[in-house]
């Protein structure tokens, strides 16, 4: 009787003729043009012949060295296990297919068996390692990119060229880690393609059109698939550039081009070349997981660009419109004062009628008001640019100025007015525009709660600081509404629909007037709650207004304050 081993050695011949038709149908059922382990299997079924002290530890060498290579070409796991696996199937038939006085028994197949399941584990091993290793790899050169593409966003910030004039950057890493010698990104031109960059042995100038590469680019372009992959330029039946045909002539080049991006409106086509063997299978992944990064961060450059555009576009937009609101309320204000004056002046002539004092108290009454509108809107403007507010700050006494702004009130809308609270909060304030606040809120609950519902005032000293609280009935807030609120010329949708009147300046100057004093302010509103503001101002006010005149900051008075 022979030992498996022996057996090994007579007949490696015909056992490897088994394997290789039998492995060569499993391959071809799998798409697959031939056996995985075609080359390596004959040196490794030598090597289970050999029954040596090492002989175990050489044929776990043996694995590694040559599929190590094979890794790196990008088998399929599943094909090469199954493959190990049949080699053991092809030595038992031949075993059975001997005389019995040579045939081994059973228990001499089982070392065999063991060894082989061993070596697919230790295969299993080795792919789930170098995955590991390549996906890290990977992420690295991923990352590279979406850092150039990181310093092109700050292009205007800081100098760095944008994305489109970095193109070179990113194909450098892109033939790094692909192992290509070369690399190119055309884009549509007309009918054809221009060269948007390249480089290594395909550099050539950028922006230069490339009519002999149209054939390609209209491939590239054309496919389904993720990438074309063309293992011989010189042999290939498709028309490329007669760059790429010569560098073919003496050494085979292999080409790689992939769609940007893969799917939707065409911006462009990469490919990269390499002389010498083709790229693997894992090589071609990869440059496909390059290229759709790069279509990603070139459509979102693409985005970027069109945003600033429009961004900057709103900004000369809001720039002109600021102007004319300053120009108009200035060149205002002029004829106004002088109809002021002449009201006036009428009203002390000592042959005026009383109805002509009347008429001149009217119209200089409607002079201030609208003095004051425009300098609601000169403040508004200045809190739109992030500036603060000048105050002319002195002690007085915030319920006094809420009572006169009451009484301002009651006489626009009639006694739905409400003050309580401490009888007292003196603290150093601008007891101008604290009226103005207190005005301005008061008139967003009477246009905007329950009509003719009350509207309370609360006032309070609670340590350092002074409270000042509105309070109004009506229709809760929604979220839209509070985050707009204090934008200028902001008005809600309910008081649109109501018909309010108003050119929603109101909160955005009772905010720059809060924040001028070095004071907070929040809003609640609920469904059957109402609406309450609520404002924090500090005792003394003048260590804020010194603050942000040390710091440099912007602040503008025209003096009508």
Known sequence: MSSVTEVIQSRAEQIMQLWSVRAAQTASAKGLSRPE???????????????????AHRRRRFLESHLSARLRQGFVLPEIIEEILLLGSCVAEVCRGVSADERPNAAEMEPLVL???????????????????DEQGERAFLRRIQGIAAEARGAEGNGTPPLLERLADVLSVVTEAVGADGAAVLFPEGDGAAVMASVGTLAEPT?????DARPLFQLVAATTNASVLIEDVATSTVQLPAQLRQSGMQNPVTLAGSRLPFEGSLSGVMYVIRTGPPFSTRQVRRFEALGHLLSALLENA?????????????????????????????DLRSPLMTAHATATLIAKLPESAPRHRQLADCIRNSVARTNEILGDLLDANRVRAGMRLTLRLAPCDLVVVVRDALAELVAAYGEQFFLEGEPSVEGYWSAHDLRRLAVNLGSNGAKHGTQGAPVVYSVARTGKCATLAVHNDGPALTQDELAGLFRPFSRSRAARARGVSGWGLGLSLVKGVVEAHGGEMRVESAPRGGTTFTVELPLDARP??????SRGEVALDDGSR
């Open 207 to 211: 922006g230069r059109a490339a009519t």
């Open 115 to 133: 060894e082989l399941n061993q070596a697919a584990a230790a295969v299993s091993l080795m792919f789930t390692e170098y995955l590991l290793e």
């Open 37 to 55: 382990l075609q080359n390596i299997l004959p040196k490794y079924l030598r090597a289970l012949a050999d029954v040596d002290e090492d002989a």
């Open 544 to 549: 804020f207004q010194t603050e942000f005149a």
């Open 302 to 330: 693409h985005l970027y660009a069109a945003l600033r555009a429009k961004i900057g576009e709103l900004e000369d937009e809001r720039q002109v419109r600021d102007w004319l609101v300053s120009v108009m309320a200035h």
